[in-house]
């Protein structure tokens, strides 16, 4: 486990800001800070080190005058102090944006709890960043292999034979995935276990990105994430990076939606799951949006591990509803009177000036009420008054010095009073504080998850056929060259331009009754009729799920036979619908030369070719 280094004078304290500045670091640092008042920080150091072992230097540092000097050094709003914690990665990115370096707070036993789990996730992560977890271990490691047994705050604990059951951390496995993406309860794993830290590293058991898409093919809906969104182009990733580069691919505009007045920016969000159709595989996948329909079956994602879940999944589009009893702030503390202990009141000739009342309204706290170091308000100074000239030296003496204690005991009190307003003030700011930065998180979370939603179902609509006017396109006199123009538009919109010379749009015929069924169908449009054509000439129709090409029989039984033409076509039929009341088919021969000959169109229960 790496030591806890503590900043214990100013001297050190600059010497961590420097460290922090500097080039010289090769390893994140965490500093956690105790907050004034307090021998001991709300957030478990020891923990933090002890999860952390090797991958980060870890600091405490109390909340005294020293901690105003690291201030100094530091960028405007890179300090940490007051209780709270803060992992700073390499390099010196987070000096200019904050997000690489987030703050952690901590008020009280259970902000401690939380605090501390967030600082352990950021500084794993942040090594895992820095390429740590390819350097050679410094200490011996064993392989081992065991059951998942539970899933829990980014740790999957794994019984591997030991008093307590072993972990894998998520920001050490794969990035941007979380755990309950990678393992499942139940899931064997075998990788390599470190004693010291109680980690089980599975990073060489993850499957190589060829494997685990090689069950994808053309034609297929798969889900993919955004992992960037430019003005007229997104980034997919179809596999994150394992053992293997990360698989993505790029979509244009005309890719996403039908609309070239649309922005992607306003379609899509970083880290948003989509469904997307393969156009084409590896070496060099190709993607399209498009023209995924809401009904389609969707291709269960590859899983990192053997026997592990699917990396992705359709993401859930219910908002974030507020928490009861979270609409209102806490109520303010109400300061206390102090009680004064009764003095004898001496009556003296000149008495003593009575010092104004002390101002009640409590002040704004500032990083220097936070220093448990800082110097009081001193006491005021005993009044001296005379004494009657017959009084004995006695007497005098007694008076001057019951004057002189009373006066001070009044300046003691009132200083006490100040102070216990200053804390009441500064809890009062603390708790108000602590309830906006709940509520902004909320409020964030909340957006977000807004956000996401209203451009996925702003997608969606932009791509529905049916909900969107498409522009009017060219009249034929000729039905059937209306709709030879509308598959040879499939072809072109579906097919690459660069692929086009290799994939040429098969010849095909169009039988006597096609386009008499097709303009007595209600329910579907041509444009998805002539899609389905493009599909079946072309041969994608029997790689994809959504189309159930099969043979088409002379009923609806299992067992009747095939319907079979004098000259030796076979009947087929494919889906142009489904999940849908009266799902539409599409009715076509397989002539024995390989061509294709449209028959009709009909719905499930029409079985006539």
Same mark, same amino acid.
Do not use: C, N, Y
């Given at each position: 486990m790496a030591s806890v280094q503590h900043i214990d004078d100013e001297r050190s304290a600059g010497a961590l800001a420097d460290l922090l500045n500097g080039n010289a670091r090769r390893r994140p640092v965490v500093v956690v800070t105790i907050p004034a008042g307090r021998s001991e920080p709300w957030i478990d150091v /020891?923990? %933090?080190?002890? /999860?952390?072992?090797s991958l980060a230097e870890v600091y405490l540092m109390p909340t005294g005058h020293f901690t105003w000097e690291f201030s100094r050094r530091m960028a405007e709003g890179t300090q940490v102090y007051g209780g709270a914690g803060r992992a700073y990665p390499t390099g010196h990115e987070w000096s200019a944006d904050l997000s690489k370096s987030p703050l952690r707070f901590a008020f009280d036993a259970k902000d401690g709890e939380r605090a501390t789990q967030q600082l352990i996730s950021d500084a794993l992560r942040m090594a895992a960043t820095a390429g740590l977890l390819q350097q050679r271990p410094t200490r011996e490691l064993r392989q081992v292999s065991g059951s998942v047994t539970g899933v829990v705050a980014g740790r999957a604990l794994v019984d591997v034979g030991n008093m307590f059951p072993a972990s894998i951390a998520e920001e050490l496995t794969v990035e941007d995935v979380p755990i309950d993406r990678i393992v499942r309860v139940g899931q064997k794993i075998s990788g390599w276990y470190d004693v010291e830290t109680n980690r089980i590293d599975v990073t060489k058991s993850l499957r190589r990105s060829s494997d685990a898409l090689a069950t994808y093919s053309v034609?297929? %809906?798969?889900?993919?994430?955004?992992?960037? %969104?430019? #003005?007229?182009?997104a980034e997919l990733v179809l596999f994150p990076k394992t053992s293997t580069p990360a698989v993505t691919t790029t979509v244009l505009q005309a890719d996403v939606t039908f609309n070239p007045a649309d922005d992607l920016g306003t379609l899509m969000t970083v880290g948003e799951v989509v469904p997307a159709r393969v156009v084409e595989t590896a070496p060099k996948w190709s993607l399209i949006l498009n023209d995924v329909d809401d009904d389609e079956p969707i291709a269960e994602a590859p899983s990192l591990l053997t026997g592990g879940p699917p990396w992705l999944v359709e993401e859930d589009e219910d908002l974030v509803e507020d928490e009861p009893g979270a609409l209102l702030p806490p109520a303010p503390q109400v300061p206390v009177p102090v009680s004064r202990v009764p003095v004898p009141e001496v009556v003296a000739e000149d008495p003593a000036p009575e010092a104004p009342a002390p101002n009640l309204s409590p002040p704004r706290p500032n990083p220097a009420m936070l220093d448990r170091n800082r110097l009081g308000p001193a006491p005021r100074p005993p009044a001296r008054p005379s004494v009657p000239a017959q009084a004995a030296e006695s007497t005098k003496s007694l008076l001057l010095k019951i004057d002189g204690l009373t006066a001070e005991v009044g300046g003691l009190k009132r200083e006490q009073e100040t102070l216990r307003n200053q804390l009441l003030a500064g809890a009062d700011e603390r708790e108000t504080l602590r309830y906006l930065l709940d509520q902004a998180e909320r409020r964030a979370n909340r957006a977000e998850n807004d956000l996401r939603a209203t451009r996925s179902r702003l997608r969606k609509a932009g791509n529905a056929k049916s909900a969107t006017p498409t522009p009017e396109g060219p009249k034929f006199a000729d039905a059937e060259q209306g709709f030879r123009y509308r %598959?040879?538009?499939?072809?072109?919109?579906?097919?690459?331009? #660069? /692929?086009?010379?290799?994939r040429p749009l098969p010849d095909y015929s169009i039988g006597p009754r096609f386009l008499d069924s097709l303009s007595r169908l209600e329910g579907i449009k041509e444009e998805k009729v002539a899609d389905v054509v493009f599909e079946v000439v072309t041969g994608l129709a029997p790689q994809l799920p959504g189309r159930e090409v099969h043979h088409l029989r002379i009923g609806p039984g299992g067992h009747d036979p095939v319907r079979i033409r004098e000259d030796g076509a076979m009947a087929w039929r494919a889906s142009l619908q489904v999940k849908t009341p009266s799902a539409r088919r599409l009715h076509y021969w397989i002539l024995p030369n390989g061509d294709i000959e449209l028959a009709r169109v009909a719905t499930h229960d029409d079985f006539d070719a």
């Open positions: /020891e923990e %933090v080190a002890r /999860e952390a072992g034609g297929d %809906v798969i889900f993919t994430k955004v992992v960037m %969104v430019r #003005s007229g182009k %598959v040879l538009t499939q072809w072109a919109t579906r097919t690459l331009p #660069s /692929e086009q010379h290799d």
